[in-house]
């Protein structure tokens, strides 16, 4: 009798065990079993080991998938330098602009349930933006200082214009100008205020460039999400969970870190000046939902998500966009409207913008390697991904460190491709 208990807890116990495998949706593979190379792959290993031992960073995570399995998932030095607490492959992250593709994805689907057109103006669920003019910069002839002066908008801000930054809006930090001084006294940096607050402030300031005329980095995506409260009407968290999180199982990821998982938030380490940067506080639910910058993810959460999308909007049998949908959100949207030589300009060489992602156009002139077609973004912390649906291929990176964020971005990339091996 006892014999069988145990057998049947035992039975019970590898069920539960495979259906949290599969509620994670990956299998772990050797490299080789989907062509990659391990021996590669312990040179980043090693690298990102050695510079952690330095102290150029406190810790890392790191996750390659490729043809739906993780082929490498390791992760390095510290979540919290400070306490010495050891950094774990389920450490939670600060993301700041890896934000975006999920206001994106989330926005493409209410577009699917022809809550709106891409082609809608924007005043119309927003009014404050109804008349919104272009900031005109002229030199004061005795003071000699800029001057800015309103001009009329040739056409308003659509829906598309906020998923592909093209919509004149500014974030002020990117730039010297009088307009981007502007941004930066207008109180839109403040988290005491809610997303209509900040949306009805911003309405208020002119825009850089005549809407549709030319790609902008700036607060497009929080202005969208605001849009999205108001068609959807559901604030932009619950809209996140219903339409996105709770559907893929991304059960660690949203505007703060649920009570439970604090002891798993990853923390910066101190700078030069012996201070550690004041990163968001996430330990309670912010009172702006800032759909440009706002959430806290984990690795594998992102993955998930990143493998939806090279599955054509699909994950674990559950649909959350439609191919073609996808394939339309990563192709590129700007052509000539991207001006690649601007040193602001964000995507970088070789790559467009589609709606919430860099698209990668062209093999060459990137400092990077990569595939044409690859889609990616980061965030201001150090965190970024990529995917590659050529090769199959998904990568994600994270870390909480500012100043290492572009090294570190073009070193995970380098460090991938190289172990390419088929």
């Not at 010495?84 to 600060?94: A, L, Q, V, Y």
């Not at 103006?121 to 919104?132: G, M, V």
Request: aromatic share 12%; with cysteine.
């Amino acid at each position: 009798m006892k014999s069988r208990y145990k057998i049947i807890v035992f039975t019970l116990v590898c069920l539960l065990i495979s259906s949290i495998a599969w509620a994670e949706g990956f299998q772990t593979v050797k490299p080789e079993a989907v062509g990659l190379s391990s021996e590669r792959l312990d040179r980043m290993s090693a690298l990102l080991q050695a510079d952690i031992d330095k102290g150029k960073i406190p810790g890392a995570v790191a996750l390659i998938a490729r043809r739906g399995k993780i082929a490498y998932f390791e992760s390095f030095g510290f979540q919290d330098k400070e306490t010495g607490e050891p950094m774990k492959t389920n450490s939670i992250f600060r993301i700041y602009s890896m934000t975006k593709p999920f206001v994106s994805v989330a926005a493409m689907v209410l577009h699917e349930e022809g809550r709106f057109f891409l082609t809608d103006p924007i005043s119309k669920y927003l009014p404050e933006f109804r008349d919104t003019k272009v900031g005109v910069i002229k030199k004061d002839y005795f003071s000699g200082k800029g001057k800015v002066t309103g001009v009329p908008v040739k056409r308003p801000i659509t829906v598309q214009d906020l998923l592909r930054h093209t919509s004149g809006l500014t974030y002020g930090v990117f730039g010297n100008t009088a307009i981007h001084k502007m941004y930066m006294k207008a109180g839109i940096y403040s988290l005491d205020q809610t997303i209509a607050e900040f949306s009805q402030k911003l309405g208020k300031l002119p825009l850089r460039y005549q809407p549709g005329t030319r790609w902008e980095y700036g607060r497009s995506t929080d202005i969208l999400g605001r849009l999205l409260e108001v068609v959807s009407g559901m604030t932009l968290d619950r809209l996140l969970e219903e339409k996105v999180f709770r559907p893929l199982g991304m059960n660690d990821t949203g505007f703060y870190v649920k009570y439970h998982n604090l002891s798993r938030i990853a923390e910066p380490a101190k700078d030069p000046t012996g201070k550690i940067p004041p990163l968001f506080d996430v330990t309670k639910p912010p009172k702006l939902l800032a759909g440009g910058q706002g959430c806290v993810s984990s690795t594998v959460d992102y993955a998930r998500f990143s493998q939806m999308l090279l599955n054509g909007g699909k994950l674990d049998g559950t649909r959350i966009l439609s191919r073609k949908t996808v394939e339309y959100m990563t192709s590129d949207h700007l052509g000539p409207l991207a001006n690649r030589t601007d040193p602001w300009y964000g995507p970088g060489p070789g790559y467009g913008f589609g709606l919430g992602f860099a698209v990668r156009f062209k093999t060459g002139e990137s400092g990077s390697p990569g595939t044409i077609g690859n889609y990616s973004w980061g965030g201001l912390a150090g965190t970024a991904f990529w995917v590659d649906p050529k090769e199959e291929l998904i990568a994600v990176f994270m870390m909480q460190d500012i100043p290492m964020r572009l090294h570190y971005r073009m070193l995970f990339r380098s460090l991938v491709y190289q172990a390419v091996a088929d």
